[in-house]
């Protein structure tokens, strides 16, 4: 009690965090699939990532419907497994970009995708490099997908900008992994 009173004579207060720390479960926004990632092959000429969404909701989510996805990017020398539409480089003009329709995903059922690591070939929405430089040692690794809450369809398609686009889509991960690289 000595120090209590010692503090709160030097004006010193307990450990709370600030009032703007405090969130309400307002603030808090439900997740609404479950991602499991998982990495299979031999790990020397064979090696692919898997992933699965489940709809944990009880609504339709939208998914992308693109046979060019997923992608696989580099985010810092995280390799990342993206079934979504990645923002558009800065230092490229692009003169038209694609708008993928989307399919609902119902209530319990799951968006399932596999992407090969091997060779490791890096590709967004907007570019594909050829195969880039071996990897060798741990890298980590995680999926992400993208889903909404309303359909992008040949009607809505049109209107729809990549800027519309990117804020439409609310974007979750799985756990990150570490994959061993041969």
Known sequence: M???AIAAAAGLTGCAPPPSAIHSTE???PSYLAIELAVTGDGASV???H???KNTSNQAV???DSPRMPYLLDERGTLVVLHGVSPPPEAQNLNAIEIPMTRALPPGDTLAFDVS???LRLRNHYTAEPASAARHGSAPIVCRVAHGATP???ATRPRTSIATLLAW???ESSATMVVRMP
């Open 62 to 64: 939208y998914v992308f």
């Open 2 to 4: 000595k120090y209590f």
């Open 169 to 171: 889509q609310r974007i």
């Open 47 to 49: 090696l692919t990532g």
């Open 117 to 119: 690591l091997l060779p």
């Open 27 to 29: 603030d808090v926004i």
């Open 51 to 53: 992933c699965q969404a």
């Open 152 to 154: 992008i369809d040949a």
